[in-house]
C-alpha cells in the first residue's frame, strides 16, 4: 500500500532541514571527521517512521545514526521524531541503498542496520531485495573489519533465502531466531515491529559479521 501523501510535506521537511544531508558524498571518508564527538558511525537502511532509529540514537549517543529512506512522507516523520527528541547524533539521507558506495568510504561503516524491508515477492524481483547477493557485496565493502549487519523482517520466506545469501557469501552469522522476544534483545522496536507484535507474529532476526 502507498502511503498517503502528508499535508504540508516540503514546509514539514524544511522545518527539519538540519537533519537533512543533500550532498552525504561530500561527507565520504569523512563522516566521523564532519560530524566530530562520535566514536562510531552506524547506518540504517530504510528507516520509516524513524522509531527505531530515535530510540537506537537515544540509547547511544556516542554513535552517529545515519538513516536512509527513499519515501519522503515516512522520512518526515522520522525527522521530526528526531528533532523532538533534540537528538544530535542523528542525519537522514533521501537516498538508494545501491548508492552506499558513492557515500562511505570502504571500512567506513560500523553497524547496518535493515529493518522489515520490502519482501519484493515475485522471483524476478529478488535482485531488489536489500540481501540480495549484489547489496552484500556493497555492505561488506563499506564495512568495517568485523562490521556488523542486523537483520530483522517478520517474512519467513524472505528471512529465510537471506540465511542462503548470507552463508553463500561467507558471512559469519550469530543470534538468528525466527521468534525474536521482545526484550530490546534486537534493538529498539520499529513500528512495523510493535505492530506485528500485537497481531502475533513471530520476528525473525540475525546477526552477520
Not at 543533500?22 to 560530524?35: A, K, N
Not at 566530530?36 to 540514537?57: N, S
Not at 517474512?155 to 558471512?171: C, I, K, V, Y
Request: hydrophobic letters at 40%; one cysteine or more; charged letters at 30%.
Amino acid at each position: 500500500m502507498r502511503m498517503r501523501k502528508k499535508p504540508n510535506l516540503i514546509p514539514r521537511v524544511e522545518k527539519c532541514g538540519e537533519l537533512l544531508l543533500r550532498e552525504p558524498e561530500t561527507h565520504r571518508g569523512r563522516w566521523l571527521t564532519d560530524f566530530p564527538g562520535f566514536q562510531e558511525l552506524h547506518l540504517e537502511l530504510g528507516c520509516g517512521k524513524g522509531r527505531f532509529t530515535v530510540g537506537m540514537a537515544g540509547e547511544n549517543p556516542g554513535v552517529l545514526f545515519v538513516a536512509v529512506e527513499r519515501v519522503l512522507d515516512a522520512m518526515v516523520m522520522a525527522m521530526e521524531r528526531a528533532r523532538d527528541a533534540q537528538l544530535a547524533n542523528v542525519r537522514f539521507l533521501d537516498f538508494d541503498a545501491a548508492g552506499c558506495g558513492s557515500v562511505f568510504a570502504p571500512g567506513e561503516v560500523d553497524r547496518i542496520y535493515i529493518n522489515f524491508p520490502d519482501p519484493w515477492r515475485k522471483s524476478r524481483q529478488f535482485k531488489r531485495r536489500l540481501t540480495a547477493p549484489s547489496f552484500l557485496q556493497i555492505y561488506r565493502q563499506i564495512l568495517k573489519p568485523g562490521g556488523e549487519i542486523w537483520f530483522k523482517t517478520d517474512n519467513r520466506p524472505l528471512f529465510d533465502w537471506s540465511l542462503e545469501q548470507f552463508t553463500a557469501q561467507g558471512w559469519e552469522l550469530s543470534e538468528v531466531t525466527n521468534d525474536l522476544p521482545g526484550d530490546g534483545t534486537g534493538g529498539s522496536m520499529t513500528d512495523y515491529e510493535a505492530k506485528f507484535r500485537e497481531q502475533g507474529v513471530p520476528i525473525n532476526r540475525l546477526v552477520a559479521r
